[in-house]
């Protein structure tokens, strides 16, 4: 049974840093990340961080957000810098198991204040 578990979420000023964490249990994951969705808006990819290291990120936050994982490969990081009052939004953490199914977090707000 995969379990993720997020946490590192809150408030923060614009030009601030958070960080957020999620721990993954159950299975081998060919592929971890982070998506987020905003308020009326659609979920989008914001990183992820495949089996072998290679990494994706959005347009809109290159330079800015960094992914990585620790030496277990279960659990995956997202450091954000330079936060923006757009990068508000419930970010989810998101595993691809090696049976190529899909598993989500239960999210976590991040609200940058202007």
């Known amino acids: 049974q995969v379990q993720l578990v997020e946490s590192g979420g809150g408030l923060v000023q614009a030009g601030g840093s958070l960080r957020l964490s999620c721990a993954a249990s159950?299975?081998?994951?060919?592929?971890m990340g982070w998506y987020r969705q905003a308020p009326g808006k659609q979920r989008e990819l914001v990183a992820t961080?495949?089996?072998?290291?290679?990494?994706n990120y959005a347009d809109s936050v290159k330079g800015r957000f960094t992914i990585s994982r620790d030496s277990t490969l279960r659990t995956v990081y997202l450091q954000l810098s330079n936060l923006k009052p757009e990068d508000t939004a419930v970010y989810y953490c998101?595993?691809?198991?090696?049976?190529?199914?899909?598993?989500w977090g239960q999210g976590t707000q991040v609200t940058v204040s202007s």
């Open positions: 961080i495949t089996f072998g290291g290679s990494t």
């Open positions: 998101y595993t691809r198991t090696i049976a190529s199914i899909d598993y």
């Open positions: 159950g299975s081998i994951f060919s592929t």
